[in-house]
């Protein structure tokens, strides 16, 4: 089973500053179609979880440009450029590359 | 628009058996697989397995076996989740999510239906 670490698990951010949350998976996400298959996913209090960023860089449907991915093989970023009160909730990446799939533990961000 | 709507709240028994339903619309329902995800109280995600939606071959990943059961009716585009021999740990909100293909992600997610089992 792919492990996927993220880090930190708390992020407390100060409104209109730049935030970043690190993930590492425990082997390359590389697919064999020569595809990585990381996406990260918002969940804010009381919702459901909803797909910001696929295939490390890809911004989803509506989601804001300040969203930004990067990464490559084990390592991979989310980057919220300007933080605004609606980014408050629990950010999870996850791995859809092997079986079975999983997520990261989820980061808090919170505001100042 | 694609939607997921799943059913309501449920309080159950232990020993008891739930099945939470999960109706698609907006899109061709046999084209993509339905996954399920579960999330306890306060906890993060945990992928339960899938059923491919062309076929009703279920998939499930290890802790969901045995008691967990996928089913659909494609009559009506919907998805079923049912547990049987339901356990207090079993309490949990349960999420069905579409999976694209291409690219490979978990792109609409259901509301959620949240099982409680408590005697």
């Known amino acids: 089973e792919t492990v996927m670490t993220q880090t930190p698990l708390s992020s407390p951010v100060t409104l209109g500053q730049a935030a970043s949350i690190s993930c590492r998976s425990s082997?390359?996400?590389?697919?064999?179609?020569?595809?990585?298959?990381l996406s990260w996913l918002q969940q804010r209090p009381g919702q459901p979880p909803r797909l910001l960023i696929y295939?490390?860089?890809n911004r989803f449907s509506g989601v804001p440009d300040r969203f930004s991915g990067s990464g490559a093989g084990t390592d991979f970023t989310l980057k919220i450029s300007r933080v605004e009160a609606e980014d408050v909730g629990v950010y999870y990446c996850?791995?859809?590359?092997?079986?079975?799939?999983?997520f990261g533990q989820g980061t808090k961000l919170e505001i100042k | 628009q694609v939607q997921l709507v799943q059913s309501g709240s449920e309080l159950k028994k232990p020993g008891a058996s739930v099945k939470v339903s999960c109706k698609a619309s907006?899109?061709?329902?046999?084209?993509?697989?339905m996954n399920w995800v579960r999330q306890a109280p306060g906890q993060g995600l945990e992928w339960m397995g899938w059923?491919?939606?062309?076929?009703?071959?279920?998939r499930y990943t290890r802790g969901f076996t045995g008691r967990f059961v996928f089913s659909l009716d494609t009559s009506v585009s919907t998805t079923y989740l049912q547990i049987s021999s339901l356990r207090a740990e079993d309490t949990a909100v349960y999420y069905c999510?579409?999976?694209?293909?291409?690219?490979?992600?978990?792109?609409?997610w259901g509301q959620g239906t949240l099982v409680t089992v408590s005697s």
């Open positions: 999510v579409r999976l694209v293909g291409a690219p490979q992600s978990f792109d609409y």
């Open positions: 907006g899109y061709t329902f046999t084209s993509h697989a």
């Open positions: 059923i491919d939606t062309n076929t009703g071959n279920p």
């Open positions: 082997q390359s996400l590389v697919h064999s179609d020569g595809n990585t298959y």
């Open positions: 295939k490390i860089s």
């Open positions: 996850m791995q859809t590359t092997q079986f079975p799939y999983t």
